[in-house]
């Protein structure tokens, strides 16, 4: 399964009161140390052993509410 973009605070909400195990990262188009582990992420989501865990990011410039509710600042 793909990465999938999280749009909203309550797709993010959902998502984290969910009982299935998921990745969320949390990134900027400006970041390089972001840029380079992307691709990493997607690989890994495609793998079947990772099948039952749910990969998602977030970019923090579009979604600033959701990165002020964990706590991401930079």
């Known amino acids: 399964m793909p990465v999938t973009p999280i749009t909203s605070m309550s797709q993010f909400q959902k998502i984290i009161n969910d009982s299935k195990p ?3 990262d949390f990134w900027a188009a400006w970041c390089g140390p ?7 992420l997607e690989n890994i989501s495609k793998e079947p052993e990772n099948s039952g865990i749910d990969f998602y990011k977030v970019d923090v ?10 706590g991401i600042k930079a």
Do not use: F, G, L, N
């Open 22 to 24: 998921a990745v969320i």
């Open 34 to 40: 972001c840029r380079h582990i992307s691709p990493v």
């Open 61 to 70: 410039d579009d979604h600033q509410d959701i990165a002020q509710e964990v």
